[in-house]
């Protein structure tokens, strides 16, 4: 088993936008990453995506962002650490 690192540590730091978006998954049942990812077209089907987004971010976005994410600290990194 792999040692716990704080995510930061490893240059993964979710922006705002994408921070509100990993919330909304963790509130509809996602608990890793890359469930969080998995939920994003979902997510952008939602009627929720100006609540959660606001006008500044994308979808896009935040997508970028959780493939980053993906990529630097894995997809099986909990939720409730980036929050």
């Given at each position: 088993?792999?040692?716990?690192?704080?995510?930061?540590?490893?240059?993964?730091?979710?922006?705002?936008?994408?921070?509100?978006?990993?919330?909304?998954?963790?509130?509809?049942?996602?608990t890793?990453?890359?469930?969080?990812?998995?939920?994003?077209?979902?997510?952008?089907?939602?009627?929720?995506?100006?609540?959660?987004l606001?006008?500044?971010?994308?979808?896009?976005?935040?997508?970028?962002?959780?493939?980053?994410?993906?990529?630097?600290?894995?997809?099986?990194?909990?939720?409730?650490?980036?929050l």
């Amino acid at each position: 088993m792999r040692p716990v690192s704080d995510t930061w540590d490893e240059g993964f730091d979710p922006s705002s936008g994408a921070r509100n978006t990993l919330r909304w998954a963790y509130e509809m049942g996602a608990t890793t990453l890359g469930e969080a990812y998995d939920m994003l077209d979902q997510f952008e089907l939602s009627n929720d995506v100006p609540e959660v987004l606001g006008h500044d971010d994308t979808v896009d976005g935040v997508r970028e962002e959780f493939e980053f994410g993906l990529e630097t600290v894995g997809p099986d990194t909990l939720l409730t650490t980036l929050l």
